[in-house]
């Protein structure tokens, strides 16, 4: 069974001309015209060529970028329970307008995602209302209370994606030994939030000079690293492949590299904003900067951008998490864990990490693309003959604010309000459908 779901719908037929079409993953950097026929891209032929084009949308994108689409292996849905923050329609448009192919859906909602009555639920949910294909990861736990495994196998063969307790670890190492070995038989990956629950106790902030100034209690990053090299040596014990999500400590990519060294199959995620903040950003007293884990210092963060650049994490991942306004509109130690991300990715780390000249333009590409894409076992994105066009077209040159236009998420708890930003989406196709257009 498929591990995408969303609506099926006959492709659209396009023409996309004269942009600078980059694929990384196939070495592809040339001025092209994408045509894409019943949403299958069916030629690509150099600037001014003839094209049979009866009834195509023409879209003229001289001076733009287009590449794969992207893949976030790291969203929250809010559905079933919370649908005033978000719903599989408005979080999808939101993906779209990001420049987003495919999201995949954690299952700490109310209920749970843990059995196949919530799981067919959502997946009807996502034929009828999402804008683009949508993967939903179901618990791994009961509830994930971490106290039983759920139907992982039953889980499986219902359409769940993978499975994660995300926003809880695996606090038992004997459960979460048992949870690798059950994914033999399932063929699903495992995506483990990795937080030593004894070490992170009631912390807010990263624990460093930040947080003793400000009267915060610290969340350790031993409390990440300690469980990261913990899940890794069982995965190594059962010689199982295992998901990071959400890194944020230079110890915990340390760990990482090391186990990749010695043939453990580990992949791992970083988010936009771990990349491009550090602690100091807690200054704000912003509730928009709060999340789990915390900001670290600067040292995390440059340990994180190399780890990127290198490849030892592949992906990059929002973990879009909106919250109502009334949520956290209060001070700073009251607020909720989590922020939004799908409508600002690219331009939030075009503009701190490509512009000056941290990152290339096609490593980010390629790990906004590909790189997630792989990590629960779809074919990436590529712009092919013959490839279902997943594509998206960027003004690499365009600047804006973030907040000077309604987001399409329900909620607008970025860490980006206000802040000018450069690179822009102007069109998204994904599943061979015209998903969005500015």
């Given amino acids: ?49 003839q094209h049979v084009a009866n009834g195509h949308r023409i879209i003229e994108a001289e001076g733009l970028v287009l590449a794969p689409a992207f893949v976030d292996p790291h969203v929250h849905l809010r559905a079933p329970g919370r649908e005033d923050e978000e719903t599989v329609a408005s979080g999808t448009m939101a993906a779209a307008a990001g420049g987003y192919c495919a999201v995949f859906a954690m299952p700490n909602t109310d209920p749970v995602v843990d059995s196949a009555a919530v799981l067919g639920a959502l997946i009807e949910t996502a ?40 926003g809880r670890p695996v606090a038992a190492a004997g459960l979460m030994r048992r949870a690798l070995q059950y994914s033999t038989l399932t063929g699903r990956p495992l995506a483990v939030h990795c937080e030593e629950l004894t070490l992170s106790r009631d ?40 998901h990071l999500l959400h890194l944020s400590a230079r110890e915990s990519v340390e760990a990482l590299r090391a186990a990749q060294a010695t043939g453990v199959v580990a992949t791992a995620e970083v988010t936009p904003h771990h990349l491009c903040l550090t602690d100091e950003a807690v200054r704000t ?58 409508e600002t990715s690219f331009a939030s780390l075009f503009t701190h990490l490509v512009r000056p000249g941290v990152v290339p333009l096609t490593t980010l590409l390629e790990r906004m693309s590909a790189g997630p894409a792989r990590v629960y076992g779809l074919e990436p994105p590529r712009i092919a003959v013959g490839a279902s066009a997943n594509v998206v ?37 994904a599943d061979g459908r015209l998903a969005f257009e500015r």
């Avoid at 037929?13 to 993953?25: K, L, N, Q, S, T």
């Avoid at 930040?210 to 610290?218: I, K, Q």
């Fill in 1 to 49: 069974m498929s591990v995408l779901h969303g609506p099926a719908a006959r492709g659209d037929d396009i023409v996309i001309r004269g942009a600078r079409v980059i694929d990384p993953a196939r070495n592809v950097d040339a001025t092209l015209d994408v045509v894409v026929e019943g949403g299958v891209i069916s030629r690509l032929d150099a600037p001014g060529a």
């Fill in 127 to 166: 034929r009828g209302e999402a804008a683009i294909p949508v993967g939903f990861l179901a618990a791994i736990s009961k509830g994930q209370l971490g106290a039983e495994l759920t139907e992982m196998g039953e889980l499986a063969d219902h359409g769940a994606a993978g499975f994660s307790d995300d």
């Fill in 203 to 242: 912390g807010q902030v990263h624990e460093g000079a930040v947080a003793a100034e400000l009267g915060f209690a610290g969340y350790p990053s031993v409390a990440e690293s300690v469980m990261v090299e913990r899940d890794l040596a069982l995965a190594a014990y059962e010689g199982r492949p295992l």
């Fill in 285 to 342: 007293l912003d509730p928009n900067v709060k999340m789990n884990p915390p900001l670290r210092g600067e040292e995390d963060r440059t340990a994180l951008v190399d780890a990127l650049r290198d490849g030892t994490i592949p992906a990059v991942a929002t973990d879009h998490a909106p919250h109502a306004r009334h949520e956290k509109e209060v001070p700073f130690e009251a607020a909720p864990f989590g922020v939004t991300g799908l």
């Fill in 393 to 429: 077209l960027l003004d690499t040159e365009s600047e804006w604010r973030v907040g000077e236009e309604p987001f399409r998420s329900r909620s607008a708890n970025s860490w980006l309000l206000g802040e000018k930003l450069r690179g822009r989406v102007r069109l998204t196709v």
